[in-house]
């Protein structure tokens, strides 16, 4: 796909370098557009390294391909970040007194803005009508971060991750070519890891950040689905825009109901997230205090209840799919591919993905490996990619059993 990334200039210009490599990795094709003010704080040359195209804010160089309407004419998708309070008030206004306002102005493709600027313009009257405008047009405009800004100030504003901006700016690019194979339906996905509290601030728990759990909920929306998300201590910003619904949980007992809760009308349910399989068999209402010369008191633990098996198990009507996951490290016992073998079989889901976590693979990454395997253990899929296309993947094997 052909990306136009417009730069505005204020002192966050310096993230879009970032996001400009992870559109460059995800494999797609950037033309850079910076306004005169971008330029003053990342120079052209950069951009035309990192993006191996030409750049220029001219209206009036290559005239022979007109590119102040070529540009707009030919993308796939335009992304404004940072997108300053002067360019939304341009853009919103139809100007096209720059390269990037013209391109907008022809773009008949999805537009994303990442805005940028202090707390006193964004929540600035004007600004707020203009990003409303925006909006009521089909702009999607991400809502700013909340945080340091430049200097001493501190507040709404902040331009988001470029992580965070490309994550929203691809699922809005994956709307374009997106099957509406899962309209009509209603499907329910866990997300993140529980945690078991052993006092009042510490728990048991894992690294699971919910990434994959979110990817899954926006990929089933974007395909048409109606999506409730069980969120469980997401670290995912945004995650409240992958769903129609989102319920938070924290305890493994909080999301098993939760999810049955959901799924009573369900037509797939994707068990995404990290289970804590132990929890502590009491919780100290207080800090634990630590006693100098003295170890700590043993913690026991007791079983977690399977909510997978469960779900399962307890499937309110048969043609209901069920889909779990494994984390699997492999040992002397098996390879990761050898446990999930074992565990598709045990847990009976319909599906089964198989992830290899550990050593900077599974949790908190931007990328995953899944195996995905049938009841009886049969790989039926295996998917490698970003989350996102992991995500895709695992709902094609589902719509094949819906079908």
């Not at 022979?64 to 796939?76: K, M, N, S, W």
């Not at 009976?348 to 992830?355: F, I, M, R, W």
Request: some cysteine; overall charge neutral.
């Amino acid at each position: 796909m052909r990306i136009v990334l417009g730069v505005s200039g204020g002192i966050a210009a310096y993230k879009a370098v970032l996001l400009l490599r992870l559109f460059r990795e995800a494999g797609h094709a950037v033309r850079v557009v910076p306004t005169h003010a971008a330029l003053r704080f990342v120079g052209a040359p950069t951009w035309e390294a990192l993006s191996g195209e030409p750049v220029t804010a001219e209206v009036f160089e290559d005239v022979e391909h007109v590119p102040h309407v070529a540009l707009g004419q030919g993308a796939d998708l335009v992304v404004v970040a940072p997108a300053t309070a002067d360019l939304l008030a341009r853009a919103a206004s139809g100007r096209a007194d720059d390269l990037l306002t013209s391109t907008l102005l022809t773009a008949r493709c999805p537009v994303v803005m990442a805005p940028a600027m202090h707390t006193e313009m964004w929540e600035h009257a004007a600004t707020q009508a203009n990003v409303a405008t925006l909006r009521e047009r089909g702009v999607h405009v991400i809502e700013p971060a909340s945080g340091r800004l430049t200097g001493k100030d501190t507040g709404a504003g902040r331009l988001p991750e470029p992580e965070e901006i490309a994550r929203q700016a691809l699922a809005v690019l994956a709307e374009r070519t997106a099957p509406r194979d899962l309209a009509g339906r209603h499907v329910v996905v866990s997300a993140g890891g529980t945690r078991e509290p052993i006092d009042p601030v510490r728990w048991i728990g894992n690294r699971s950040t919910g990434r994959q759990g979110v990817a899954l909920a926006e990929a089933a929306r974007v395909r048409g689905a109606r999506v409730t998300l069980v969120g469980a201590n997401l670290e995912v910003p945004g995650a409240e825009r992958a769903a129609d619904t989102l319920v938070r949980v924290e305890t493994t007992a909080q999301l098993r109901d939760a999810v049955r809760a959901a799924a009573a009308d369900a037509d797939a349910v994707v068990m995404a997230a990290a289970v804590a399989d132990f929890r502590p068999a009491g919780t100290h209402e207080s800090k634990i205090k630590k006693v100098p010369g003295q170890g700590p008191a043993p913690l026991e633990l007791v079983e977690n209840p399977d909510v997978l098996a469960g779900l399962v198990r307890d499937r309110v009507r048969a043609d209901q799919v069920v889909v779990g996951f494994a984390a699997e490290t492999g040992d002397a016992a098996g390879s990761v591919l050898e446990h999930g073998r074992r565990k598709a079989r045990r847990k009976g889901a319909d599906l089964l993905a198989v992830n290899a976590v550990g050593a900077g693979k599974g949790f908190g990454t931007e990328d995953n490996e899944v195996w995905v395997l049938d009841a009886a253990g049969e790989q039926t899929a295996h998917a490698v990619g970003s989350k996102r296309e992991v995500a895709d993947a695992i709902w094609d094997a589902v719509v094949k059993i819906l079908r």
